[in-house]
């Protein structure tokens, strides 16, 4: 999207600088805004991605200014207007390699260079590095999207029906006790024990009774859930962290305050 703004506005400036007649002495300059431009809109990348980007913005853009140029018939619209997009390509490419080079793509967190571990937030898409205070490792999102209660599972009914059936009419949820009347339940696909939709989405999808997952879950969760515990079968309650049972984001003021459930708690506490 932000390509095509870029696109359109390198365009107009070698439109002008077409009609004027400077186009093949200011095109490195264009090329130069180009990759400016790219670096603005998403300065965590700096790989091949953006320059690839840069150089799109650089060499459309030209094409663009030059292709209208040379419609209205401009007096300078001749080949030289055309070696100038050859050339501000080729510019934008050495400005983005030689930048590039001087430096390295930066935490969307702490903005710390990102040369160890770093992971892209399932949630925000953000790329941010294994700090604890950037990334929430046993949850899979970064510490903006826990702070900000962020939604993967953000998505219409049809989706959770055709994985976990209709809404449940009664009972409470699995994991943060909030009512049938209240949240919007959904059954386990294996355990059949109900859970809302924000347990479900602050867990990335897996059952807390169970460990079973939901499938077909959103591509981008797929990298951490696939290395997660296994999505079938019950979990040995030994090894399962304390954490995990933590309340959801967003959960009402009544399930924060119970106390957390351990493994040694009666299956369903009666409600308070
Ligand atoms: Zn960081
Ligand atoms: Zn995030
Ligand atoms: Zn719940
Ligand atoms: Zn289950």
């Known amino acids: 999207m932000y390509l095509t703004l870029g696109v359109v506005l390198v365009g107009l400036l070698y439109f002008l600088v077409s009609l004027a007649g400077l186009a093949f002495f200011l095109s490195p300059g264009l090329g130069a805004l180009a990759c400016a431009f790219v670096r603005l809109v998403d300065p965590g990348d700096r790989g091949p991605r953006g320059h690839v980007h840069s150089l799109m913005v650089a060499g459309l853009g030209g094409v663009l200014g030059a292709s209208a140029a040379a419609l209205l018939g401009g007096q300078y619209a001749d080949a030289w ?23 390295i793509a930066v935490c969307m967190r702490c903005r710390s260079p ?13 790329r941010v590095c294994a700090k604890p205070t950037c990334w929430i490792a046993k949850f899979f999102r970064c510490t903006r999207c826990d702070e900000n209660k962020i939604w993967v599972l953000h998505f219409p009914e049809s989706w959770w029906r055709s994985r976990l059936g209709a809404r449940v009419s009664k009972g409470q949820c699995n994991n943060c006790y909030g009512d049938a009347h209240e949240f919007d339940l959904r059954e386990c696909g294996q355990c059949h024990w109900p859970t809302c939709q924000r347990c479900w989405d602050y867990h990335n999808g897996a059952c807390q009774r169970c460990g079973w997952r939901i499938p077909d879950l959103p591509g981008r969760l797929l990298p951490f859930v696939q290395h ?20 959801p984001a967003g959960a009402p003021p009544q399930a924060s305050a119970r106390a957390p459930r351990s493994p040694l708690r009666p299956k369903r506490p009666p409600r308070m």
Do not use: K, N, T
Request: hydrophobic content about 45%; aromatic content about 6%.
């Open 228 to 247: 997660a515990r296994p999505a079938s079968g019950p979990s040995p309650p030994e090894v399962r962290p304390a954490a995990l049972d933590r309340p």
């Open 81 to 103: 207007m055309w070696a100038g997009v050859v050339l501000s390509v080729a510019a934008a490419s050495a400005i983005y390699s030689i930048s590039a080079r001087g430096g």
């Open 114 to 126: 990102l040369d160890g571990a770093s992971f892209i937030c399932p949630r925000c898409q953000d």
